[in-house]
């Protein structure tokens, strides 16, 4: 409905109490629910993604049934299931967590008690 069809409803909708424009609106309710609870998802998919380390939030949501995980019965765990999927098929899209104990400057493992002598034996001292 256009902008003119409307304000050319308007004097009688006015005379009616407005019930044609709360039918009108109530016509466009459902598509407004369902866009808030997709971006309520998209959302959570974001923040979902990112707490589990993935290097880029495009590629791991082009991996996943968005329409699938919406309509699910439990739209949080289809969710999180969905990403532990990806992230086991996909393992190039999410960082690695550094090692404990990886000291960077000598390629060795180390702790970080004994930087002074990683950096004694780094430099041949």
Known sequence: MTREEILQHLPDAAGEGLDWLAETLSDYEPDWKQQAARKGLEAKLSAQIQLAGGRSEKAV??????????????????????????????????????????????????????????????FGL
């Open 61 to 122: 949501k082009a991996l996943m049934d968005l329409d699938g995980i919406q309509n699910a019965d439990d739209p949080d765990a289809a969710l999180l299931s969905a990403l532990e999927k990806v992230k086991a098929d996909n393992e190039y899209l999410f960082e690695k967590p550094i090692p404990a104990g990886y000291s960077a400057a000598t390629g060795t493992g180390g702790s970080s008690d004994d930087a002074d002598s990683a950096l004694r034996r780094a």
